[in-house]
């Protein structure tokens, strides 16, 4: 942060990847990072209104090749693995519930997913013999919605 207020953005997109790769629960930042960044540095014109004849693609590239080779130097060594490094990151087959990032979401998710079951099933509209979702399953077996 103390480089963004710096106007040192290149800095500032270079420290958020590397807390990315640190900790991957800020990802819910990210998206909000990346449009301040995006009107910040990528938008020349520091006024309200942005147009593509003020966009600088080559400070988009610039702030792109920073956090690539970030993650690029953080995940690396880990080439052959990336399918087991992202299944560990992100556990869907294991349930959300139990994770740290967007318990609420996955909470609310997992409610409309039980009623619906429930809801499909007396309506007639799913197998009755189909087990009906677990609230709480998820914390180590694999969980089939």
């Keep these: 942060i103390a480089a963004l207020m710096e106007d040192n953005f290149l800095l500032g997109g270079f420290w958020f990847?590397?807390?990315l790769n640190l900790k991957h629960i800020y990802m819910y930042?990210?998206?909000?990072y990346f449009i301040y960044l995006l009107r910040s540095y990528c938008f020349t014109s520091r006024t309200k209104a942005c147009s593509l004849k003020n966009f600088s693609l080559v400070r988009l590239i610039s702030?792109?090749?920073?956090v690539i080779f970030t993650f690029f130097l953080s995940?690396?060594?880990?080439?052959s693995q990336i399918p087991q490094v992202?299944?560990?990151l992100f556990p869907f087959k294991r349930?959300?519930?139990?994770?740290?990032w967007a318990p609420n979401f996955w909470a609310i998710?997992?409610?409309?997913?039980?009623?619906l079951s429930v809801v499909a099933k007396r309506a007639g509209l799913m197998d009755p013999n189909v087990q009906v979702a677990s609230m709480t399953g998820g914390?180590?077996?694999?969980i089939h919605h």
């Design 17 to 19: 990847s590397v807390l």
């Design 63 to 66: 702030l792109g090749i920073i």
């Design 86 to 88: 992202l299944s560990r």
């Design 139 to 142: 914390l180590v077996q694999d």
């Design 109 to 115: 998710y997992n409610v409309a997913d039980k009623v």
């Design 29 to 32: 930042v990210a998206p909000a």
């Design 95 to 100: 349930g959300l519930c139990h994770a740290y």
């Design 75 to 79: 995940f690396g060594p880990f080439i």
